[in-house]
């Protein structure tokens, strides 16, 4: 009697353990799935939707404004807008789900107030993913478009300005994704003052940022002389836009050393002729990420090393 006393005791014993090991595992399930799932939704919401020129924003008044390059020199002047899934200048990480975004493209005054004139908003234009909208069409919809979460993915836009417009008004641009920081920038023209000599240079308000921040670098050749331009760069750290090569009918060469490696690309052109752009506005693009926590972080003098112009005069 005793005996079977004890084995009773055993045995409530060990469904009471087993019960105890089953609840303790579904608890650390739950606790590691609801851990990994906070991880993704932070490391998304603060990095992993992002714009070469857009900024987060909490509140309307809180977006920032940008002074873009453009030339008086030419009857329009563009520039380029990209989306991405992934933190600018790192493309090692990006969202693990698809990021579905609602882009807004509008022109206001200098005072904020939209512009209504349908002569003027038709002069801007958006092209991207081989559709063209005047800023006439885009008043009244707006771009819905998505980021793949298969790879480290972006979308383009080419936004054309005209240069008779440009002094007298901004861009607002935003764009919006459910479980992300909204983006916003407001655009504004900063007319450059061009040297007969063809010269290379950075923008201002990037080069006040670190370096290893930029996930692509933008250059402008400036000038007006007749000349032959060469512009390398070292495939290493960047690449060139393939919409400007598009744009101008450019063909890239490469340079190799003895091992058959490419060490170097350029393209060559002719510039400062009678009605060319004494301008170009041209983006560079990461070929390797770069991180504020390397061993030797990059610099500016580093990134003025990636990218060099060589402007030979043409005798008349």
């Known amino acids: ?18 019960g105890l090991l089953v609840i303790s595992g579904t608890l650390a ?9 906070r ?33 008086s020199g030419n009857e329009t002047n563009s520039f380029y807008l990209s989306i991405c899934n992934y933190r600018q200048g790192d493309k090692t ?3 693990a789900t698809d990021i579905s975004y609602t882009l807004k493209i509008s022109l206001v005054d200098t005072e904020g107030n939209n512009v209504t004139d349908e002569t003027i908003l038709s002069k801007y234009s958006c092209d991207y993913n081989n559709n063209s909208k005047t800023f006439k069409d885009l008043e009244t919809t707006t771009i819905n478009d998505t980021l793949s979460k298969e790879s480290a993915s ?12 440009m002094k007298s008004y901004r861009i607002k641009i935003t764009a919006e994704s459910e479980g ?7 655009i504004s023209a900063a007319e450059e003052v061009t040297s ?8 201002n308000d990037e080069k006040a940022q670190a370096a290893f921040d930029l996930g692509c670098i933008n250059t402008k050749l400036t000038g007006s002389e007749h000349a032959t331009l060469k512009l390398s760069w070292n495939p290493k750290h960047v690449d060139i836009d393939p919409w400007f090569l598009n744009d101008n009918k450019l063909t890239v060469v490469k340079e190799k050393n003895e091992n058959n490696e490419t060490i170097s690309k350029y393209i060559s052109f002719e510039a400062g002729e009678e009605n060319s752009p004494n301008q170009y506005n041209i983006i560079f693009y ?7 926590d390397d061993k030797t972080p990059e610099t500016w003098t580093d990134i003025e090393g990636y990218i060099t112009l060589t402007s030979t005069p043409i005798s008349k």
């Open 154 to 165: 972006e979308n383009l836009y080419k936004i054309t300005v005209p240069t008779k417009y």
């Open 1 to 18: 009697m005793q005996k079977n006393k004890r084995n009773i005791i055993i045995i409530i014993n060990c469904i009471l353990s087993l």
């Open 286 to 292: 990461r070929t390797n990420s770069v991180r504020s």
């Open 196 to 203: 007969s000599q063809w010269k290379l240079s950075f923008l």
């Open 39 to 71: 991880t993704v939704s932070t490391v998304g919401s603060a990095q992993l939707f992002s714009s070469n020129v857009l900024t987060p924003y909490s509140k309307e008044d809180d977006i920032l404004g940008k002074a873009m390059p453009f030339s």
């Open 93 to 95: 990480k990006w969202a």
């Open 29 to 37: 399930a739950y606790t590691s799935t609801s851990s990994v799932k």
């Open 180 to 186: 992300y920081q909204p983006l916003g920038r407001y």
